[in-house]
């Protein structure tokens, strides 16, 4: 049974740092992961996919890149800002006649003034 | 841009009660689900919905629980008698035909007394 797991569970960073989020799956046969944002009470933005077959996936300040063998994903932001403050959630979604994402535990960042 | 609309944001039911959430997919979307998460808890498939039938379900997606389109844009969700332990927010999503993001509605907070 996939399990998604996200580490650290929070994490606090002063404004300008870059920083990187990290995304651990256990079985390596998806088809693809996809980083999402959710802000306090809200609804969940997606931010990036990544298709198993790619290595790395960009958009502005946003690179996630993906290890599909060791079963990891990384969401690295360079130049945080305090609006990317929010839970940052990966999902993957197996290989198989199957389309449901299977969600990890989130990371909450605080980026501070 | 497009969006997934859902209402109503917050309902408030007694046990028992039977409640309906609704969605608007995004137009010309194909592929529909519903998640949920339960305060302080992972977001968790509950069903997905193509071509006017239930393509996968989860254990949580009982005989409690049913989907409907009943016209071109509305997807509904209904729980026929609700527990409190249904209390979650539940969110909408939906998928082009072609792609393969998931674009998450804003939740509707669901609170069963």
């Known amino acids: 049974k996939q399990e998604v797991t996200q580490i650290p569970a929070a994490l606090s960073v002063p404004e300008g740092e870059n920083l990187v989020l990290n995304c651990s799956f256990t079985d390596s046969a998806i088809y693809n992961l996809q980083w999402f944002r959710q802000d306090p009470g809200k609804g969940l933005t997606s931010l990036l996919l990544?298709?198993?077959?790619?290595r790395e996936q960009t958009s502005g300040r946003l690179n996630a890149s993906l290890d599909k063998s060791s079963g990891r994903s990384t969401l690295y932001i360079a130049a945080s800002q305090p609006g990317d403050s929010a839970t940052y959630l990966c999902?993957?979604?197996?290989?198989?006649?199957?389309?449901?994402?299977?969600f990890g535990t989130g990371t909450l960042l605080a980026v501070q003034p | 841009e497009p969006e997934v609309t859902q209402t109503p944001s917050h309902q408030v039911t007694q046990m028992g009660q039977e409640v309906i959430l609704r969605c608007v997919p995004i137009s010309n979307h194909l592929y529909f689900y519903w998640y949920r998460q339960i305060l302080g808890q992972k977001v968790e498939f509950l069903v997905s919905?193509?071509?006017?039938?239930?393509?996968?379900k989860s254990e949580i997606f009982d005989d409690q629980f049913s989907v409907e389109r009943p016209d071109g844009s509305n997807f509904t969700l209904k729980i026929r008698s609700t527990k409190l332990e249904d209390s979650a927010m539940y969110f909408c999503?939906?998928?082009?035909?072609?792609?393969?993001?998931?674009?998450f509605g804003p939740g509707t907070r669901l609170l069963v007394l």
């Open positions: 999902a993957v979604r197996q290989s198989g006649a199957t389309n449901k994402l299977i």
């Open positions: 999503a939906s998928r082009a035909g072609g792609g393969e993001t998931q674009y």
């Open positions: 990544i298709q198993s077959s790619q």
């Open positions: 919905f193509y071509n006017n039938e239930i393509s996968e």
